[in-house]
């Protein structure tokens, strides 16, 4: 109503000129229309969809920002590698996919899911070889980890541009909505793949190897070291009065082996008289929390889909052995990417639990077996 | 799942050298090749073997 006495009072003043009138009459209607047709039905809601998919549209292009830097990198590494077509190897392994397990019959879930990840590892590694089989471990386990870098960020991108698409046909401001809460999340993810993927490839520990630094440096009094399963070391040492052994992945590659098989082979080897078994990993804090904070409870430490961590306590069930774990705190950032100042420290903290618990908890001649979980880039033993 | 905002802070990396015989500890910028454990030379102090005690990464402002 107050418009239209504005409007009423604008026609009324004879002393405004000809084209200052105009314009105010062009804003005003201008302006009339636009508060009418924000109230015919869905002009609202496709003017919110129009912005708020424009927000993620950006999001989408940081994130195949980040997919065409890691892909460069990558091909750039392949090409030094001697591959004879790098471009064909990468848009291979970039669609890769395992299909999860048929899990409405659970019985004998676990092993199927360890054939079909270990299969497509080795897959994956036998690719690498037959491009160039003079490669040396510690180049398959870079363009192994770049590989699977490019495939995860291939995957964050479709998946939204996937859901952007889908929202934009079906006029969904529902799937809209939930797009644009959730697309920051993950270009946070994208550039800490994007950042870890160069990390990995100067050899340099990541905040997720806290695990095989702390078994490093036992593992450097023992002389004594043995494979025990797919890229996993064990070596024994003498602890006040304790025997005990080491698990870790085999470093410097960046792998993160097969801890929980090896656990399993250590334990059979001795016969199932071992007292203890602790595990040591990085864990994700929430926020709020400081890096590099120690806490300790029971249980497997380790971010394991499943056949690892379930190997450890099936073989633990079996001799009815205690699971300690000590865990490291970090974000997800920081678990991928250059090990941090805090982490390193927290390592010889580390070492102090473990050794108390190993006092508190056990008797002299008894036999305790330690995990360091995680990935070994860096760190070798 | 944290979500720190410490993605555009700086790094520095750092690697941390050891003695195995004496308490001799000197830090130095990161260089390619670098890897925990790796052996790295003599102890100027006792001609102990050295070696890579660690590697870390610290922000540019991050007192020592």
Same mark, same amino acid.
């Given at each position: 109503?107050?418009?239209?006495?504005?409007?009423?009072?604008?026609?009324?003043?004879?002393?405004?000129?000809?084209?200052?009138?105009?314009?105010?009459?062009?804003?005003? %209607?201008?302006?009339?229309?636009?508060?009418?047709?924000?109230?015919?039905?869905?002009?609202?809601?496709?003017?919110?969809?129009?912005?708020?998919?424009?927000? +993620?549209?950006?999001?989408?292009?940081?994130?195949?920002?980040?997919?065409?830097?890691?892909?460069?990198?990558?091909?750039?590494?392949?090409?030094?590698?001697?591959?004879? !077509?790098? #471009?064909?190897?990468?848009?291979?392994?970039? !669609?890769?996919?395992?299909?999860?397990?048929?899990?409405?019959?659970?019985?004998?879930?676990?092993?199927?899911?360890?054939?079909?990840?270990?299969?497509?590892?080795?897959?994956?590694?036998?690719?690498?070889?037959?491009?160039?089989?003079?490669? !040396?471990?510690?180049?398959?386990?870079? %363009?192994?980890?770049?590989?699977?870098?490019?495939?995860?960020?291939?995957?964050?991108?479709?998946?939204?541009?996937?859901?952007?698409?889908?929202?934009?046909?079906?006029?969904?401001?529902?799937?809209?909505?939930?797009?644009?809460?959730?697309?920051?999340?993950?270009? #946070?993810?994208?550039?800490?793949?994007?950042?870890?993927?160069?990390?990995?490839?100067?050899? %340099?520990?990541?905040?997720? @190897?806290?695990?095989?630094?702390?078994?490093?440096?036992?593992?450097?009094?023992?002389?004594?070291?043995?494979?025990?399963?797919?890229?996993?070391?064990?070596?024994?040492?003498?602890?006040?009065?304790?025997?005990? +052994?080491?698990?870790?992945?085999?470093?410097?590659?960046?792998?993160?082996?097969?801890?929980?098989?090896?656990?399993?082979?250590?334990?059979?080897?001795?016969?199932?008289?071992?007292?203890?078994?602790?595990?040591?990993?990085?864990?994700? #804090?929430?926020?709020?929390?400081?890096?590099?904070? %120690?806490?300790?409870?029971?249980?497997?430490?380790?971010?394991?889909?499943?056949?690892?961590?379930?190997?450890?306590?099936?073989?633990?069930?079996?001799?009815?052995?205690?699971?300690?774990?000590?865990?490291?705190?970090?974000?997800?950032?920081?678990?991928?990417?250059?090990?941090?100042?805090?982490?390193?420290?927290?390592?010889?903290?580390?070492?102090?639990?473990?050794?108390?618990?190993?006092?508190?908890?056990?008797?002299?001649?008894?036999?305790?077996?330690?995990? @360091?979980?995680?990935?070994?880039?860096?760190?070798?033993? | 799942?944290?979500?720190?905002?410490?993605?555009?802070?700086?790094?520095?990396?750092?690697?941390?050298?050891?003695?195995?015989?004496?308490?001799?500890?000197?830090?130095?910028?990161?260089?390619?090749?670098?890897?925990?454990?790796?052996?790295?030379?003599?102890?100027?102090?006792?001609?102990?073997?050295?070696?890579?005690?660690?590697?870390?990464?610290?922000?540019?402002?991050?007192?020592?």
């Amino acid at each position: 109503m107050s418009l239209i006495i504005v409007l009423a009072q604008a026609s009324s003043q004879g002393s405004q000129n000809g084209a200052a009138l105009a314009f105010s009459y062009i804003f005003y %209607i201008f302006f009339i229309a636009l508060l009418a047709l924000s109230f015919f039905p869905g002009v609202q809601q496709k003017t919110q969809i129009m912005f708020l998919s424009r927000d +993620v549209e950006q999001k989408l292009q940081m994130i195949e920002n980040y997919l065409k830097d890691s892909k460069s990198i990558t091909e750039k590494l392949l090409k030094e590698k001697g591959f004879p !077509d790098p #471009k064909a190897f990468l848009d291979r392994v970039m !669609d890769r996919f395992v299909i999860d397990p048929v899990s409405i019959e659970p019985t004998d879930i676990i092993n199927r899911m360890r054939l079909l990840m270990r299969s497509n590892e080795d897959t994956v590694r036998e690719m690498i070889m037959s491009a160039n089989p003079n490669l !040396d471990p510690m180049t398959r386990s870079q %363009i192994e980890i770049s590989a699977e870098v490019v495939n995860a960020l291939n995957l964050i991108f479709k998946v939204i541009r996937h859901y952007l698409i889908m929202a934009k046909k079906l006029n969904s401001i529902m799937i809209i909505y939930q797009l644009q809460m959730v697309a920051p999340i993950y270009v #946070k993810y994208a550039e800490a793949y994007s950042k870890a993927q160069k990390v990995f490839l100067q050899g %340099i520990p990541i905040g997720d @190897g806290l695990g095989p630094l702390v078994a490093s440096k036992f593992l450097m009094k023992s002389s004594q070291k043995f494979t025990v399963s797919k890229d996993t070391i064990a070596g024994t040492l003498e602890f006040e009065g304790r025997k005990l +052994v080491v698990v870790k992945a085999e470093g410097p590659m960046a792998t993160v082996g097969t801890p929980g098989e090896g656990v399993q082979n250590v334990i059979e080897r001795e016969g199932g008289k071992v007292s203890r078994i602790i595990t040591v990993d990085a864990a994700l #804090k929430l926020e709020g929390e400081e890096t590099g904070t %120690i806490a300790e409870g029971m249980g497997v430490a380790m971010g394991d889909p499943g056949p690892e961590k379930i190997a450890i306590e099936r073989v633990a069930v079996k001799y009815g052995i205690p699971i300690d774990a000590v865990i490291v705190k970090m974000s997800m950032e920081e678990a991928i990417t250059e090990m941090r100042k805090e982490v390193y420290q927290a390592a010889d903290k580390v070492i102090d639990y473990v050794k108390r618990i190993i006092l508190e908890r056990t008797k002299p001649g008894s036999t305790v077996v330690l995990v @360091g979980v995680g990935n070994t880039a860096g760190i070798a033993q | 799942m944290a979500i720190s905002a410490d993605s555009k802070q700086a790094l520095k990396v750092k690697t941390v050298v050891k003695c195995m015989q004496c308490d001799y500890t000197q830090e130095r910028d990161f260089q390619v090749g670098d890897f925990v454990l790796k052996l790295v030379g003599n102890c100027p102090k006792d001609n102990g073997p050295l070696y890579i005690a660690g590697i870390y990464a610290e922000t540019l402002n991050q007192k020592k």
